[in-house]
């Protein structure tokens, strides 16, 4: 049983910074992709950001330069941090952890930033 618990959300005005933390328990393979994405109200849910193991990243067009990725594979424990935050970057961030051809979901967290 696979489980991610995310931490960090909240409300922030724009051209501040936020940073969400995503921690993984249970039986993870070693290799594997952690990784962000979110889900604005009326809109489909889409890559922000993620991370492979051995630590190549991957952003979205729209957050490249603004946000970083990272991960601590000790902790199975992915972070985003996020600066210069606007408000179209509102929205639920969801905790994603893939290996074996599975996906696992956090609960996701509420970001809202405000103009």
């Known amino acids: 049983q696979v489980q991610l618990v995310e931490s960090g959300g909240g409300l922030v005005q724009a051209g501040g910074s936020l940073r969400l933390s995503c921690a993984a328990s249970g039986t993870i393979f070693p290799m594997n992709v952690m990784g962000w994405y979110r889900q604005a109200p009326g809109k489909q849910r889409d890559l922000v950001a993620n991370i492979i193991s051995g630590g190549r990243t991957n952003y979205a067009d729209s957050v490249k330069g603004r946000f970083t990725i990272s991960r601590d594979n000790a902790k199975n424990t992915v972070y985003l941090q996020m600066n210069s935050l606007k408000p179209e970057d509102t929205a639920v961030y969801y905790c994603?952890?893939?290996?074996?051809?599975?996906?696992?979901w956090g609960q996701g967290t509420q970001v809202t930033v405000s103009s």
């Open positions: 994603n952890l893939m290996f074996r051809n599975r996906d696992y």
